[in-house]
């Protein structure tokens, strides 16, 4: 896969199936998602990208900021929940399909490794993100 068909792609609506009061005000991923202009992600590249590759149903792929590797992907819900765990039977189906697509997507770069990452925010642990998502990470050879 050539990197391009990993980049950031122009603004579209594509948000407007989420639920009143799924969007959270404290999550980074609820407010980018949901198109607010003060996100980390758009402080570094504008309001003028979203950052979506490709989406199943209410789960979404996209590239992570600050990549490790060349290809790493988040794969989450586009609706605010903490874990997997929380997801329907369907949103978990639809996630491990868009896991396991990414995955081949970004083979060429390396063994793809996913992991789960995060914890409920009543915890206190984690990776401070508390909102559900995959890390897909092609590890060079």
Do not use: W
């Not at 609820?30 to 490709?54: M, N, Q, W």
């Not at 789960?116 to 590890?139: D, K, M, N, T």
């Amino acid at each position: 896969m050539d990197m391009k068909e990993i980049a950031y792609s122009p603004v579209v609506q594509v948000h407007q199936s989420v639920a009143p009061g799924a969007i959270q005000s404290t999550c980074e991923f609820c407010l980018e998602l949901d198109g607010a202009p003060d996100t980390r992600f758009h402080s570094i590249y504008g309001a003028k990208y979203d950052r979506i590759v490709a989406r199943r149903n209410r789960i979404v792929a996209m590239p992570t900021l600050g990549q490790l590797f060349v290809g790493s992907l988040l794969i989450l819900p586009d609706f605010h929940c903490e874990t997997v765990a929380q997801l329907r039977r369907d949103e978990r189906r639809d996630l491990l399909d868009l896991v396991n697509l990414m995955k081949e997507r970004v083979r060429s770069f390396g063994f793809p490794l996913t992991v789960e990452h995060g914890a409920r925010q009543g915890s206190g642990s984690g990776c401070g993100i508390y909102h559900a998502h995959f890390h897909v990470i092609p590890l060079p050879e």
